[in-house]
């Protein structure tokens, strides 16, 4: 089923039609023309496109129908990308060589044969979706405008017990909640009800839980409650909910008819002061929640209900008293968060990126607006914070849009397959394909599964455990579309050859690989590439990685003694340097104010590390310096570096928040 997500990737590729740096590039091209006839069909088609996915679940046609668009607004992209690629790849071209700019003119990627290329491409696309276009009138659609209910979230339970230790920064939130819910009612309101508002992740159902279990609160109320709300906001579960939570223990009310719910339940309240928190709250609808707060009339004077919800037309909805507005947490609040998890004893580098801490990190989720990738427990398989987000924007799903809108969550749970022992074949739609511990023993087997058409489709591909090189090398020379390239662990000595000629690729991650000796010396052909993830000790490090001009993280460790030379000081895109388990390593590289865009660099394990480069105090956008068990290192700081040591850690050296 195509579930619902049509409309966002249709309202992604129009997004980038109409940006104005994109538009310059087209006509420059000239193809501005055809790109506005393909950004006109499109519109056509999105306007009906929510009432498409609403009734798709009823009608297989439909089905088929929103499939189709899919495709073709993925393959519009990949179009689109193309001349991106193309304008990175100039950038570099002006770097290099007048024999390369030579040998460019006789490439498939000369002005004219990329142009003629192009043009070609866009007449293809733009005929697909004038067939999809008029096709939909088949199915009497309703044109749509200005609704944003179309995502489908990740049902989420949630639960009130927490160790009040692992909190940070709510306080002060804590002990403002406790003082309203303690106060006597003075509205005059049968139910006082406090909203608390924040963006996802913020920790809204943490600061809940705080004000849930603290003592005061339980000697000021006869019953609490804990309900984690539903987004389809069923009227009879939730009930059945709120009296198991009031009765704690189960009931016997799964088969009782609504009539007999409404009465245990105002039995349960009858005459009680309760405390009742409704946790993660989505559902607008005005008349529901009147349908329920009538039934909630009967507890003792003095009962409060707390909502915590991401909307503010939530808030204003349920709310009986001021909305109480969760903030982000303050800076240093913020990097003892991080330190806290960072630096945990035993975890490989990997773990060091596990965070929600620095303030750059909080302003890109609150301005971002992000759909999708699956989590499948199945893989024993975590993102980290930095890297999820970083995979995010290799997918172009997380994007600075200034609406203050809020993390979704989203999963597109028709796009993503796990390959293993008992499923070998690749469902038509998928998108992310993840392969676990797959040996294909039988040729004939691994054959029918490297023809799959579906595969050369594939945004994102996944290794879990070893491989053979051939069959990886394989794996990618047919997915030429990847964003995502995850080979950790998958034991390989050298690095896939046909990796350099993935130009869409925007995340690699090599992780694991302990007998890789040196990098692909062609690596700089990845221009698109935005995250790089190499921690094995490599003897070389090729001087083509200073043409990564779009790589926005790299983590890395190395042989050299010094990295001077590299070329890493020319990656002005760079924001998350992270350098560790170098063993031989001694110095750094000078040319420091070259990275403007240097947010963050994570110096580890590099114990014989002498000094760091003089030129650190010049790198004006650095905001994070964390520096950990490098035992030689002389700490001379540049100025205007503040330094806290971790108390309880004799490995860390020091973390280093560089103010304004």
């Known amino acids: 089923m195509a579930e619902s997500f049509a409309f966002n990737i249709a309202e992604n590729v129009l997004s980038k039609l109409s940006n104005t740096s994109f538009q310059e590039i087209s006509r420059a091209w000239g193809v501005h023309s055809d790109l506005q006839k393909l950004k006109t069909t499109l519109t056509t088609v999105k306007a009906v496109l929510l009432d498409a996915e609403a009734k798709q679940a009823h009608d297989n046609q439909m089905q088929v129908w929103l499939q189709g668009l899919k495709d073709a607004c993925y393959d519009a992209e990949d179009v689109l990308d193309e001349f991106e690629i ?134 000021n109320f006869v019953l609490k409650m804990w309900v984690c709300f539903s987004d389809d906001f069923d009227l009879k579960r939730l009930i059945i909910k709120m009296i198991k939570a009031a009765k704690g223990v189960d009931g016997d009310c799964n088969n009782m008819e609504l009539e007999q719910l409404q009465k245990a339940l105002r039995d349960c309240l009858d005459g009680k002061k309760y ?36 909307s503010s037309q939530i808030a204003e909805m349920t709310g009986t008293m001021p909305t109480h507005n969760l903030d982000g947490l303050a800076d240093k609040e913020s990097l003892s968060l991080f330190l806290r998890f960072a630096f945990k004893k035993g975890q490989t580098l990997g773990g060091l990126l596990l965070s929600k801490t620095s303030e750059n990190e909080w302003k890109l989720v609150r301005d971002s607006e992000m759909w999708a990738l699956v989590e499948k427990e199945e893989t024993d398989y975590e993102f980290f914070e930095l890297q999820l987000i970083q995979s995010w924007m290799a997918h172009g799903l997380l994007q600075s849009s200034g609406k203050n809108e809020d993390l979704e969550d989203i999963v597109a749970k028709n796009e993503c397959c796990i390959i293993n022992s008992c499923n070998k074949k690749i469902p038509q739609g998928v998108r992310h394909l993840c392969l676990d511990k797959v040996n294909f023993v039988e040729e004939n087997i691994c054959r029918s599964f490297l023809d799959s058409p579906n595969l050369s489709q594939m945004r994102t591909l996944v290794f879990r455990g070893p491989s053979s090189e051939c069959f990886i090398e394989k794996c990618v020379a047919r997915c030429q579309k990847l964003r995502v390239l995850d080979l950790r662990g998958a034991n390989f000595h050298v690095v896939p050859r046909k990796i350099a000629s993935l130009k869409h690729l925007r995340y690699l991650d090599l992780e694991g690989n302990s007998n890789i000796k040196k990098l692909l010396k062609s690596i700089g052909k990845l221009q698109s590439l935005q995250t790089l993830v190499i921690d094995e000790e490599l003897e070389e490090l090729p001087r083509d990685m200073r043409y990564l001009i779009n790589l926005r993280m790299l983590v890395m460790s190395t042989r050299h003694r010094v990295l001077r030379e590299k070329g890493l000081e020319h990656l002005q895109s760079l924001r998350y340097l992270i350098i560790g388990g170098c063993v031989n390593l001694e110095y750094l590289f000078e040319g420091f104010q070259n990275l403007t865009s240097l947010r963050s660099l994570m110096i580890v394990e590099c114990k014989i590390l002498i000094s760091l480069p003089h030129d650190l105090r010049s790198s004006t956008a650095l905001r994070h310096l964390i520096i950990m068990n490098c035992r030689n290192l002389d700490l001379n700081m540049p100025s205007g570096m503040e330094g806290r040591e971790k108390e309880g850690d004799d490995n860390l050296v020091g973390a280093y928040d560089i103010w304004d």
């Open 86 to 219: 193309e304008a990175l790849r100039r950038q570099v071209l002006k770097q290099r060589s007048i024999a390369s700019k030579v040998s460019d003119f006789f490439s498939r990627s000369n002005p004219l044969a990329f142009r003629f290329r192009m043009a070609h491409k866009i007449k293809n696309v733009t005929e697909r979706f004038g067939e999809i276009a008029a096709l939909r009138n088949n199915f009497h659609l309703t044109e749509r405008h200005g609704e944003t209910s179309h995502a489908v979230r990740l049902e989420r339970e949630t639960h009130s017990f927490l160790q009040a230790a692992d909190i940070i920064g709510r306080d002060e939130d804590k002990e403002k909640i406790i003082k309203i819910l303690m106060a006597s009612p003075t509205d005059g309101k049968d139910i006082s009800v406090l909203p608390i508002v924040g963006i996802g992740g913020l920790g809204k159902t943490a600061l809940a839980k705080l004000v849930f279990n603290d003592e005061c609160v339980d000697s």
């Open 275 to 310: 405390l009742l928190i409704l946790d993660d709250v989505w559902n607008e609808d005005n008349t529901k929640w009147n349908e329920l707060k009538q039934l909630l009339v009967g507890g003792d004077r003095g009962s409060k209900i707390v909502v915590t919800t991401r």
